[in-house]
Nanobody, 121 residues
């Protein structure tokens, strides 16, 4: 079993910054992609950013140039640096990890419990 624990959410004024962290622990031999998703009230969960084990990244258009995703493979941790935050970024942010079995016959998706990010205008 794998657990993902997020931290770093909170309340910030528009234009401010926050850094989210997500640490994976448990039965982990390796992790494929890790990513951040968010869900605002009344909206569907959406991809914010994803990073592969090799460091390739992809971002939602709405956060390009403002958010940066990174990971520390030795610590099984993914980060999301969020700058120039605006009220539209207010949501619960969830961490996701794709963890292959060992031997790698299958891949499972794991999710964190979510962390609230609130941006005031």
């Amino acid at each position: 079993q794998v657990q993902l624990v997020e931290s770093g959410g909170g309340l910030v004024q528009a234009g401010g910054s926050l850094r989210l962290s997500c640490a994976a622990s448990g039965s982990i031999f390796s992790i494929n992609a890790m990513g951040w998703y968010r869900q605002a009230p009344g909206k569907q969960r959406e991809l914010v950013a994803v990073i592969t084990s090799g460091g390739s990244t992809n971002y939602a258009d709405s956060v390009k140039g403002r958010f940066t995703i990174s990971r520390d493979n030795a610590k099984n941790t993914v980060y999301l640096q969020m700058n120039s935050l605006n009220p539209e970024d207010t949501a619960v942010y969830y961490c996701n990890a794709e963890v292959p079995s060992h031997p790698p016959s299958s891949v499972s998706d794991y999710w964190g419990q979510g962390t609230q990010v609130t941006v005031s205008s």
